[in-house]
């Protein structure tokens, strides 16, 4: 049941990427470039987006636990450290490179575009990458468990 | 250029809030894609099965796309190799170093309301538009 949820998550995910424009690494590139070829719309997929999960987080949180059960697994940390803010920033400026972010990277792998192509096992090596390094690496302390 | 679509954005954007809502609500798991998919490398995660089944959701949707419009999605990557291998490692590696992406970060924390989220969020934006200011009115200007 787990998987069907997964694939039936994912599909709709795609679907939005894709409905949205966010799939198109163009369109990602002009809504970054403030001081060119300004294309808001993609504040309007985070407006819907945040919208939607804002309310629907709120609602779902009113059950005590996950409908196929288990637990609400919600990250705990409330730290800012240098971890998070190097993370994020070498993910910008990739992000502004390729105008891809994971999620439209791979809704987009079966449309093969060359660009796509290249990109995505750069990103899986990146990611790897990352997971080799210690937990704690640039971490204020080690982290909290995760389980809520 | 590319076209302003508020009404197809803001659509898009709701199914994406669909999806995380439903994943919180079936699963108790955040949608966040650098996660999802991450945990599926070696060594894979224990619940791998509905990692997996997500990604090959993704990655079936722009077919279904296709097939109900008849016409593949409109899409321009760069051709550029050396520039999509380093925004992949970039993207990659950041993402998980810093625990999160556009979505899990962007949509799902700040829906939570999390500092955290909020702080990557501006930080990622911010190097974002930068990059692009660079790369298109100072090198490509």
């Known amino acids: ?148 | 250029m590319t076209e302003f679509t508020p009404i197809g954005s803001t659509a898009g954007g709701m199914l994406i809030g669909l999806s995380a809502v439903l994943l919180m609500l079936f699963m108790g798991r955040i949608a966040g894609i650098s996660g999802i998919l991450s945990r599926l490398l070696p060594p894979a995660a224990p619940d791998w099965g509905w990692r997996a089944a997500f990604i090959a959701g993704m990655a079936a949707a722009p077919l279904l796309a296709w097939a109900v419009t008849g016409a593949p999605p409109v899409q321009a990557v760069s051709g550029d190799f050396v520039l999509m291998a380093v925004a992949g490692l970039l993207v990659g590696f950041g993402s998980v170093f810093g625990n999160g992406c556009t979505s899990g970060h962007g949509v799902c924390g700040l829906s939570r309301l999390s500092a955290r989220a909020l702080t990557a969020t501006l930080v990622f934006m911010a190097t974002a538009i930068v990059t692009v200011f660079v790369a298109r009115h100072v090198i490509g200007g």
Do not use: H
């Open chain 1, 1 to 148: 049941m787990g998987k069907v949820i997964g694939f039936v998550t994912g599909l709709v995910f795609g679907l939005g990427l894709v409905v949205s424009g966010m799939a198109n690494p163009a369109k990602v590139l002009n809504f970054l470039d403030l001081f060119g070829t300004w294309d808001p719309s993609l504040a309007f997929v985070m407006g819907g987006a945040v919208l939607v999960t804002f309310v629907g987080y709120r609602l779902t949180w009113t059950r005590k636990i996950p409908l196929l059960g288990g637990v609400f697994e919600l990250p705990r940390r409330r730290d800012l450290d240098l971890r998070l803010i190097t993370g994020a920033a070498a993910f910008g400026i990739g992000w502004g490179l390729g105008g891809f972010c994971p999620g439209p990277a791979v809704t987009s792998v079966l449309l093969a575009a060359p660009g796509t192509l290249v990109f995505v096992p750069a990103m899986l090596l990146g990611m790897w990458g990352a997971r080799q390094l210690p937990a704690n690496a640039l971490a204020a302390r080690e982290p909290a468990p995760e389980r809520a």
